[in-house]
């Protein structure tokens, strides 16, 4: 079986950890524990979340020369660098030595004319107050968003449309090697406009949910699973009234709401995993990534499904 395993952002740092190279390499080595036993017997594919990476490069470099910081696109081909060599040590240190293991930094084509780009979202970087804002607004042409009562640059997040190492990684998966590839959603890239075509980069950040989806989907992938800080999808989160979902077709997700900054996104890349390719999608905690496999942990999504159930 082919399965594509998108890690969270919590996958190397959680919440109020510090963004130190040691809480990273210890995280990388829980995620590595959940995925090395699923080697034997299937293909695997791994993604990954690095807004935090992203965000601590970003600090580094304004702290070092403002006017020379390296755009988003550059940030995204360093931190999937980084982030890739953590997980394939801590892979390599449980896995037989022979298994092979690969890092692509993976380009990801977006348009020009995606609406996201006339409505940027996507909180990148540190906060300022209004009136360093407004000089950076300035000098850089940048946008900012009140953030609490600090403000924050944003960019545009628009959709991925094409998976430039698509072939590189089927070529990898077919030697029976475990990749790590389209980290943070990819590094966003677009043609200039003009005969030549040009390829450039991109100041944005493409939602990684959405990314894993389509990766999975071009590599005809028999399994999305996307692990993330929560045991399954749940209704009245935080609530006395919480249930978790476990079996559900991405119909019947439709009459729930989800919050757009965490659970939507999966809900939805997962949903239209499951209704486009006919095949399954997990979604549920790391370390419930085996039973995600087996089916009977987290929340599955398919298709075939006779109607909802519940855990518990």
């Keep these: 079986m082919r399965v594509v ?10 919440r109020g950890e510090a963004m130190t190279a040691d809480t990273q390499r210890r995280n990388a080595r829980v995620a590595a524990q959940a995925i090395a036993p699923l080697a034997a017997e299937h293909e695997v594919v791994i993604t990954h979340g690095n807004g935090p990476q992203v965000g601590l490069l970003a600090l580094q470099g304004a702290a ?11 940030l995204g081909a360093e931190t999937e660098g980084m ?8 892979l390599g240190n449980l896995l037989p030595v022979e298994q092979p293991l690969a890092t692509l930094l993976t380009m990801v084509e977006v348009d020009a004319g995606d609406p996201g780009f006339q409505n940027p979202t996507k909180f990148v970087g540190p906060v300022y107050d209004k009136g360093e804002a407004d000089r950076i607004r300035g000098e850089k042409g940048w946008v900012f968003k009140q953030d609490g009562d600090k403000w924050r640059r944003v960019v545009a997040s628009p959709a991925p449309k094409r998976i430039f190492e698509i072939r590189p990684i089927r070529w990898l998966l077919e ?11 990819g590094i966003p890239t677009m043609y200039e406009k003009g005969a030549d075509r040009k390829l450039i980069g991109v100041e944005a950040v493409i939602d990684k949910d959405l990314c894993s989806e389509l990766l999975a989907r071009e590599l005809r992938a028999d399994l999305l699973v996307m692990a993330t800080d929560a045991e399954a999808v749940c209704i009245d989160w935080g609530k006395p009234s919480q249930k978790a979902i476990h079996r559900v077709r991405p119909d019947d997700l439709e009459q729930f709401s989800f919050p757009a900054g965490s659970m939507g996104p ?13 095949k399954t999608a997990a979604i549920g905690s790391l370390a419930d990534i085996a039973g995600m496999v087996r089916g009977d942990r987290g929340t599955i999504i398919n298709t075939g499904f006779a109607g909802l159930t519940w855990h518990g």
Excluded: W
Aim: with cysteine; hydrophobic share 40%; proline share 4%.
């Design 266 to 278: 999966k809900v939805e890349a997962a949903s239209h995993f499951a209704r486009t390719s006919g």
């Design 175 to 185: 030697q029976r090697t475990i990749v790590i590839c389209a980290g943070g959603g």
């Design 83 to 90: 982030i890739g060599y953590m997980l394939e040590q801590e």
């Design 5 to 14: 395993i998108a890690l969270g952002g919590n996958a190397l740092l959680r």
């Design 64 to 74: 070092y020369k403002p006017e020379e910081a390296y755009p988003l696109d550059v």
